[in-house]
């Protein structure tokens, strides 16, 4: 009889005025060393990194499903998070008998059990070791769309509203990866 395991999810990047949204599923499996692990934002950058390459490395399996700004304007943050979550769920292979546990108040529509758990990133393992993955993800799309527009100064703030972005946008305009359903870029596009 196969083991239930357990398959973490989370997501970084609701927040931002710019870039994907990311979520990682992380399935760690019985003999994985979980020291450490707690919600991303609970951690230095560093430790952050130093884990999810751990996490990488050992457990049995893991992915990310992402929503661009595009389709978060399209269908909303909430529904763009979900199915960020859905296709990282379903990016992973070769595990059927998993219970899927996601941070928050919502799951994805999967073919999994799944169970919603507040404040899961610091109380499942799992959920922790995603919460790591996704953050770690987008922070480094983040600072590979700076490359592209380093104007906008993106890794330094990832994209989050803070006063140096809010400028950034005031002199360079909008880009590409800009939300365009989010205050205060809402209100900016409708004064044009």
């Known amino acids: 009889m196969q083991v239930n395991l357990i398959c973490g999810v989370d997501e970084a990047g609701r927040g931002p005025l710019a870039g994907p949204v990311y979520a990682a599923a992380v399935i760690l499996g019985p003999d994985f060393d979980t020291e ?5 934002k609970k951690l ?12 990488k490395k ?3 399996t893991w992915s990310v499903g992402i929503c661009s700004a595009s389709e978060i304007d399209e269908i909303n943050i909430h ?3 979900l199915l960020a979550m859905k296709r990282a769920i379903e990016g992973l292979s070769g595990y059927t ?7 928050g108040l919502f799951c994805p529509q999967v073919d999994f059990p799944c169970e919603a758990i507040v404040k899961g990133d ?13 953050k770690t993800e987008r922070d480094l799309k983040m600072i590979e ?3 592209i527009y380093p104007g906008y100064q993106f890794k330094k703030h990832k994209g989050y509203p ?20 989010f205050s205060p870029i809402k209100e900016m596009l409708t004064l044009q």
């Open 162 to 181: 803070t006063k140096l972005h809010i400028e950034m946008i005031k002199s360079e305009g909008l880009c590409e990866y800009h939300r365009k359903s």
């Open 145 to 147: 769309i700076d490359k």
């Open 79 to 81: 529904q763009a998070t």
């Open 44 to 55: 230095s950058e560093s430790k952050r990194y130093s884990l999810a390459l751990h996490i």
């Open 122 to 134: 610091d109380k499942v393992a799992e959920i922790s070791a995603a919460s790591i993955i996704a």
């Open 36 to 40: 450490g692990l707690r919600d991303s």
């Open 58 to 60: 050992n457990a049995l």
């Open 97 to 103: 008998s998993i219970k899927v546990m996601v941070d």
